[in-house]
């Protein structure tokens, strides 16, 4: 199925300069939707508030980090079923370990480039 | 154990003074000596002296490290230095995130021109976009390392508040000390005039510097 580029995708980052480079690589892909959170907390709300095709969130933020995000996520009925990309400068295998457990649907680290960005997209909402 | 010790000591020593006053014959105080370890022995093992002298060491190190903690004055390296570096380091972030800013505003200007220009010029200026997001990337790794090395001054400003307390009236001492010395009045050495960029709060800008230069 083709991936609907309408769809609403949330970024979450408490560094707003990352929530603004990630918004325009993500136009640049052609998604237009793109709401922004600063904090795990925020985005669940918002999540639970609204239809999210995609969220894409740092690890490292305050007071709820994105793993907790994931686990709220994958722990919630409605939200369980959304595909969650993490993108962090915490690169030590734990990590990727506890993500994967937690269901993370991809895992990029920082430093990342948009070729990168774009593969783990398609590896997570197929091809556009 | 001491004060039995301490008395044999002195009886000796009485004799010895009425003996000869403050001139001692060299066996008189080999024979003080011997009565004295000979008064030790039944009271204290060789396990027991060893330990003495190991604490007694002990106490001449920790004594010495005082001075020299002390000597360091930890009260200025924690209110001017550490605290220094660590607004340096929060005005580096602060810096490199304006320009970041500043990088991608000028990015995202060169979007919105790209969208009237013919397609093959288009995506030229896309592929410059995508590289310039793409580098804009090291701001956030900066912040973090730079917030992880915040946090150990931190730490280091912790235990050297834990010295400060333990040393006060050292640290007092020494600070006493420095402040009759800045009295004297003495110019600053051209090492002293050496301080790098300003904080931003803190820095003149080109008006302040031009007054200060014409009413010179």
Redesign the interface.
């Known amino acids: 199925m083709a991936v609907d580029k309408n769809m609403n995708i949330l970024i979450v980052d408490d560094y707003k300069t990352m929530l603004r480079i990630i918004r325009n690589l993500l136009r640049q892909l052609g998604f237009v939707n793109i709401e922004e959170a600063t904090d795990g907390s925020m985005a669940l709300q918002m999540l639970r508030g609204g239809n999210f095709g995609l969220v894409i969130s740092d690890w490292n933020m305050e007071p709820m980090t994105g793993l907790q995000l994931l686990r709220e996520v994958r722990a919630d009925a409605k939200l369980k079923g959304t595909p969650f990309i993490m993108v962090t400068a915490e690169s030590k295998s734990e990590n990727v370990i506890a993500a994967k457990e937690a269901g993370v649907s991809n895992y990029i680290v920082k430093p990342f480039n948009a070729e990168t960005l774009q593969a783990k997209m398609v590896s997570v909402l197929g091809e556009f | 154990m001491a004060a039995t010790i301490d008395r044999d000591l002195e009886q000796q020593l009485q004799a010895l003074r009425q003996q000869g006053g403050d001139t001692v014959k060299v066996e008189d105080i080999g024979e003080v000596v011997r009565s004295l370890l000979s008064t030790l022995s039944g009271e204290m093992s060789a396990g027991d002296l060893k330990l003495y002298q190991e604490l007694e060491a002990l106490a001449d190190y920790i004594h010495r490290a005082k001075d020299e903690i002390a000597q360091l004055r930890t009260d200025d390296l924690q209110s001017r230095y550490i605290a220094s570096a660590t607004d340096e380091l929060d005005a580096i972030v602060g810096a490199t995130?304006n320009a970041?800013?500043a990088i991608?505003d000028a990015?995202?200007k060169i979007?919105e021109v790209s969208r009237e220009a013919d397609p093959a010029l288009a995506a030229k200026l896309?592929e410059a976009?995508?590289a310039i997001?793409?580098a804009?990337?090291?701001?956030?790794?900066t912040?973090?390392r730079i917030t992880k090395v915040v946090k150990a001054l931190k730490h280091i400003e912790e235990r050297i508040e834990g010295l400060v307390s333990a040393f006060g009236p050292e640290i007092a001492a020494a600070r006493a000390a420095e402040a009759k010395s800045a009295e004297s009045g003495a110019k600053p050495t051209d090492e002293e005039l050496l301080n790098g960029p300003q904080l931003p709060d803190a820095a003149h800008d080109q008006a302040a510097i031009d007054a200060l230069f014409n009413n010179g």
């Open positions: 995130e970041t800013n991608l990015a995202e979007e896309t976009t995508t997001f793409e804009s990337n090291f701001q956030d790794i912040g973090q």
